[in-house]
């Protein structure tokens, strides 16, 4: 193929790419907005923030509303990490066109994808299963943000220290590095493909999974943490001083909690 003839087509790729991604992007935000189908919308919880969260009912658990909310936390890892994702899905896609045994480009980004998002699919099980636990023990109160101070200032500093381990350099590094990922862990095919995302899903978990756990500390349905969150993930990943960014927000953290039981 000549070289013009390869950049239209590469180019073509990532635009189909980026118009499934912003499509991804705005469903997932759409429906966390509208409530992720709760009885209240994100909007009113955000707006709630600071209020007494018992004068609300608490939710009934039952196999069904596990789900939902299994659900509701998969489509928020979606809204919130797939735009960190995007430089990794983007070269995925470059590399893999070069792939021609194994189909088109865009299918085994698809699969990849699919991968990465598996990965956070076992995060999204455990904090059902934690939020079901906090709401039962009265820890988390029905506008899902934690009544214990204690409890409160555990998550901060536990987040805050996280980020000073060996596993957050290890996997942030992995994360700031997509090209080398590639380079190191290629493997052809469109069964290649989904096990290179769940990889690269398993170290970007490794690398954000304490910083998620923050929810449950601002609250799970708080537009200004999930956004907040999803934007320091993004620079973090992304900014030539991320890592320095992740060390910073660490020391608040820490700081934050030791001032809450203070």
């Not at 999204?124 to 200032?153: F, K």
């Not at 096990?195 to 978990?205: N, S, T």
């Amino acid at each position: 193929m000549e070289a013009g003839s390869l950049e239209a087509v590469l180019g073509r790729d990532r635009m189909v790419l980026g118009v499934g991604l912003v499509a991804v992007l705005v469903m997932a935000w759409g429906w966390l907005v509208t409530g992720a189908g709760m009885e209240m919308s994100a909007v009113e919880m955000t707006s709630m923030a600071g209020m007494d969260g018992w004068l609300m009912r608490p939710a009934v658990w039952t196999p069904a509303y596990a789900v939902l909310i299994f659900a509701m936390w998969w489509v928020m890892m979606v809204a919130m990490m797939l735009p960190s994702a995007a430089p990794m899905l983007l070269l995925f896609a470059r590399v893999s066109r070069k792939d021609k045994p194994a189909g088109a480009p865009l299918v085994l980004t698809a699969l990849f994808a699919a991968g990465y998002l598996l990965g956070w699919g076992s995060f999204c099980a455990v904090a059902t299963a934690l939020q079901w636990g906090l709401e039962s023990a009265r820890l988390l109160s029905p506008m899902l943000v934690t009544t214990n101070p204690w409890l409160g200032a555990g998550i901060l500093i536990a987040a805050g220290l996280s980020q000073f381990t060996p596993l957050k350099s290890v996997c942030l590094r992995h994360c700031r590095t997509p090209l080398g990922f590639l380079l190191g862990s290629w493997r052809s095919g469109r069964l290649g493909a989904l096990r290179m995302g769940l990889e690269h899903g398993a170290f970007c978990l490794g690398c954000c999974w304490f910083l998620m756990a923050l929810l449950f500390f601002g609250g799970v349905m708080n537009l200004y943490w999930i956004v907040g969150l999803a934007v320091f993930v993004l620079l973090e990943k992304t900014i030539p001083l991320g890592h320095w960014l992740s060390r910073v927000a660490g020391i608040v953290l820490v700081v934050w909690g030791g001032v809450l039981v203070n």
